[in-house]
C-alpha cells in the first residue's frame, strides 16, 4: 500500500513511524514541554533523525476530558509550529491532527501533506468535502461523540463488529466524494474501556478486511500505565511490547512518543518475518 505525500509515494509495505509533536499546554503526557521554537525544532530534528517518516502536529488536545479549544486559538497555535519546521526541515511530511476543516485547509496550504482526523469528518460536516479537495491522505479514527464525554459512550453491541461497521461507512462516505488516500485509527482509548481497548488489539487483525493502512496509536496511553498500575512517564516499557504486537497484527504506522524504540520495533518484528 502507498499514500501520496506531496507527491511523494510512500510505501506502507514496510511499517513506518509518525512521531508526536503536541503544542497543547494539556497533553496527558508530553505537557508544557515544548516552550519555545528552539524546544520545539530540537525535538522535530531528535525524531527525524531517529527514523520517523511522519511528524504529527497537535494543538488541540484530545485526551479524555479535555479542555474546549476554539477554532482561532487551534489555529494561533499551529499554524506557527508547521512554518516554523517547513522552514528548518522542508522536506518534512507533517501531519495535522484536526476535526476542523478550516484548520486542516489552512496547514495543507501552508505545506503540511496529511490530516489526522480523531472524528473522521462527524465533527465537522466540511470535513471531507474539504479533503477531497486538497486531495492529501486522510487517517480516519473510530470515536464516539467529543473528547469531553466520549468515556460515557461505551456501550456497544459487538465492539469490533461495531467499530468495522464505522470504518465502511465513513470510507464509503469519503469515497463517494472523492478521497482516494484513506487509513483507519481504531481509536484506542477513545470512547473504550480499559478492557475494550484489549478487546481491540486481539482482534487487530480482522481490519486487514478493510484493505486500507493501519495506524496504531497506544504510545504512553492509560491502557498500558492503569493495567501496570504506574504513571504514563513509566509506560515505554508497555508501549513497545504492545506496538510489537500491533506491528504483527497488521500495522503500517506507529504513532509514537519515542521514535528510536518504536523503530527497533519494526526493525525486530520485519526480521521475525523474514
Not at 482482534?203 to 504513571?231: A, N
Request: net charge negative.
Amino acid at each position: 500500500m502507498t499514500i501520496n505525500c506531496k507527491g511523494k509515494l510512500i510505501d506502507l509495505a514496510f511499517p513506518k513511524i509518525m512521531g508526536i509533536l503536541n503544542i497543547t499546554p494539556d497533553s496527558f503526557y508530553d505537557v508544557g514541554t515544548y516552550k519555545n521554537e528552539k524546544e520545539v525544532l530540537h525535538h522535530v530534528e531528535n525524531m527525524l533523525t531517529k527514523g520517523a517518516t511522519f511528524i504529527d502536529v497537535g494543538a488541540y488536545s484530545s485526551r479524555p476530558n479535555a479542555d474546549h479549544v476554539s477554532e482561532n486559538d487551534e489555529l494561533k497555535r499551529i499554524l506557527p509550529i508547521v512554518d516554523l519546521v517547513l522552514k528548518e526541515f522542508p522536506e518534512t511530511i507533517l501531519s495535522i491532527d484536526t476535526f476542523r476543516s478550516e484548520v486542516a485547509k489552512q496547514c495543507i496550504e501552508a505545506g503540511a501533506a496529511m490530516i489526522n482526523d480523531i472524528s473522521a469528518g462527524l465533527l465537522d460536516d466540511n470535513m471531507l468535502p474539504t479533503i477531497a479537495k486538497l486531495q492529501v491522505p486522510y487517517i480516519m479514527m473510530h470515536m464516539r461523540g467529543t473528547p469531553q464525554n466520549m468515556q460515557q459512550q461505551t456501550t456497544y453491541d459487538d465492539l469490533v463488529k461495531d467499530v468495522l461497521y464505522y470504518f465502511s461507512e465513513r470510507i464509503a462516505a469519503a469515497k463517494a466524494l472523492g478521497v482516494i488516500d484513506m487509513l483507519i485509527d481504531p481509536g484506542f482509548g477513545f470512547a473504550k474501556t480499559l478492557d475494550q481497548n484489549y478487546e481491540l488489539l486481539n482482534k487487530l487483525e480482522l481490519f486487514k478486511m478493510i484493505e486500507k493502512p493501519l495506524l496504531i496509536g497506544v504510545s504512553r496511553k492509560s491502557m498500558i500505565y492503569k493495567t501496570l498500575k504506574t504513571t504514563a512517564q513509566e509506560a515505554l516499557n508497555g508501549t513497545s511490547v504492545l506496538n510489537t504486537i500491533a506491528l504483527q497484527k497488521g500495522a503500517s504506522i506507529l504513532r509514537v512518543h519515542d521514535v528510536k524504540e518504536a523503530v527497533e520495533c519494526v526493525k525486530l518484528v520485519e526480521s521475525l518475518k523474514s
